[in-house]
């Protein structure tokens, strides 16, 4: 059967992430979680009791209900048309059919390093070469444009930049959007800002790069921000050529996203999930709390206290020497003491003596997992 | 901005099939329809109000809900096993991912023509060159192995098939499979089967090439079957260790299908929604017969009866001669008599001369829109 696959796909398999969750069982603690475990607002599902049956659930248009296209338009925070708003499966669909219609063999596509991992996975698919821009934990894993420029060649096309941060919980500033479109307005370089965690913050609201910015896709999705992971429902916004192109892309690749999902985010993209969003973010708040707290309490290991998103990447390197790396600790961790939590090396090399634990998780398993966390390093 | 475009997107556009439903408005008759109008069961959407609350509404595994692998894998009608399937975003997915782990550039795929207008954009996509095994109107439009066999080379990697067919509604006879079968075995090409009206048939139930080659991938739907276009919820069946490759695709691309969907499929394909599905049936059934009563009151045109699927291939080529192509006679059509076919070229060479009227129209507009059409061609 293997001489009937295409190349593209060598090599790539299962993300690190997927395979540490299939070795554990379900007695372990999960602090690999990437999503949050809130079921959908009660509002929502609500509205989709009541109102479902009158809805429409064959095919939207490809690019999406117009309501839908209208609202991501007005509540992005900067002027765009809804031609320029596709809704696409999740913002995962968004992030590889951009990478899709955008990169050609022998192009270079910035990523981060430490960052989510399919990034360069698609940039690979794509036939393109991903290459990494470094996030320094000496510097709070802030993006510099100075680092960045070092990567830019007559090949690059493309960067990836994500904040709030998967997985070290960094935010960007104002200056650093900045000094970054400054740079890439000079080189002529489109940025995909992946804005996923955007309404997951702690401290100042996230800014965007789009504001500074000449060339932008921005992609989001109500996953993160409404615990809607499972209706696969994101979006991207494009400058208005790129969006048709992409359009196209989608229609082959999946005709449009699921209608009852869009019907469902109308509804909180309207504002009428409010109160329940904002419990939740104040729910993650004290998890987050009470996770850097256990860090503390039970654990000499250190950490940047997050500012977004509902990861902490906390630092290993001291206690690494026994286990040779990081992922060698993460998979000791989950046979002795069945907690998960994601390598470092998983988000690339930058990772290594990391690991990222997620207070996604109950207050109850946050504290046990850290208790048992501690034990483990001694 | 088309410099950042990629090559693999080029002269993709929106298919014919887009273009000429964007110049109608919501006036014209339309007859070019690719859904069904029923809504989704009144079964499925009281089991969604009464249960959804109670589901888990996050990711599912990439590879869908265990229970749904289990039910494509024990309903298929042959034996594979639930690590077989992977539940995709409808059958578009499906079709789409098999094409980029499969296709590599170089690589013949033959596809039919006429068919359905996204396997050759697919396959030019993922870098490879569609090759047309023509079916011939003269033949009832039957799949013919020696037809297939003279466009076989040493570049042909896959051939798709697709019984129901679209645009043709011809249904292919276990004898056409099996002759085909022989073939594809005998010369190592991987077939992809594209099923996903097998539940619309008028005759004999449609068979699967599945039942009699060695190397074969299945794609269907709820889409057709349950009229449940909307919910994007299709599935493919494939080779044990090519399913596990199009996971890590699938995973890359969109995650996973929707829960929620995934949930209503669980009770479709558990049985609990046949009454509706078989009216939808027997309604499909009638529209097909008034459709075909029409073209004879109304019109001197000729057509295949369709044994399947909700199209009439209808051939206009004595007609044509005013127009030019089907094109120019299908855009006359529209603005002169407000009715929406699909020319027969948005389908392939083979289809100039044709046009394809979908009954998935009311009987109302079948009725109204054949009127039209015979007044147009006179």
Redesign the interface.
């Known amino acids: ?2 001489h ?6 060598s090599g ?4 690190l992430i ?1 395979r540490i969750h299939d070795l554990a069982d379900s007695s372990s603690i999960n602090l690999g979680l990437g ?1 949050l ?1 809130f ?2 607002p ?1 509002s929502i ?1 609500e509205h ?2 009541e109102k ?2 009158e809805w ?5 248009s ?1 690019e999406g209900l117009a309501e839908l296209r209208g609202l991501v338009a007005k509540n992005c925070g900067y002027a765009v048309s809804p031609d320029q708003v596709c809704i696409t ?2 913002a ?2 968004a992030l ?1 059919g951009l990478l ?5 063999p022998g192009d270079e596509i910035l990523v981060p390093d430490p960052g989510y991992p ?1 990034y360069p ?2 940039v690979k ?2 036939g393109g070469t991903p290459r990494a821009y470094s996030l320094y934990p000496e510097d709070n894993f802030a993006l510099r444009s100075e680092e960045v420029k070092k990567n830019v060649t007559a090949k690059t ?2 960067i990836i930049i994500n904040s709030p941060n998967n997985p070290t919980g960094a935010v960007y500033s104002r200056e650093e959007l900045r000094s970054l479109a400054r740079l890439l307005d000079e080189k002529g370089v ?1 940025v995909i800002s992946d804005e996923v965690y955007r309404d997951i913050y702690y401290e100042d609201e996230p800014d965007s790069i789009a504001r500074y910015v000449q ?1 932008f896709v921005v992609i989001n999705s109500v996953s993160k921000s409404f ?6 429902l994101g979006w991207c916004i494009a ?1 208005p ?2 969006a048709k ?1 992409f ?3 989608h ?11 869009q019907h469902a985010a109308v509804f909180a993209l309207k504002g009428l999930a409010e109160a329940e969003k904002r419990q939740n973010l104040e729910e993650l708040r004290r998890r987050r709390e009470l996770a850097l707290r256990c860090l503390e309490r039970y654990t000499d290991l250190r950490c940047l206290k997050p500012a977004g998103a509902f990861y902490i990447f906390v630092d290993i390197s001291r206690k690494i020497s026994r286990y040779g790396n990081s992922l060698e600790a993460a998979l000791n961790l989950l046979s002795k003491e069945k907690v998960v939590v994601i390598p470092g090396t998983a988000f690339g090399q930058r990772g290594e003596g990391y690991l990222r634990l997620s207070f996604a998780a109950s207050a109850e398993h946050i504290d046990e997992g850290l208790r048992r966390i501690g034990r483990f390093f001694g």
């Open positions: 059967m293997r009937f696959f295409s190349e593209r796909m790539l398999d299962k993300t997927r999503e475990r079921p959908t009660k599902m989709v009791r479902s049956s429409n659930l064959g095919y939207t490809n499966v999740g995962e669909e590889f899709m219609v955008l990169v050609n399919a996975s698609i698919m794509a096309k493309v489109l060339s615990s809607m992971t499972g209706w696969r400058p050529e790129l192109l359009a196209s892309f229609q082959l690749a999946v005709t449009c996203a699921p209608s009852i999902s």
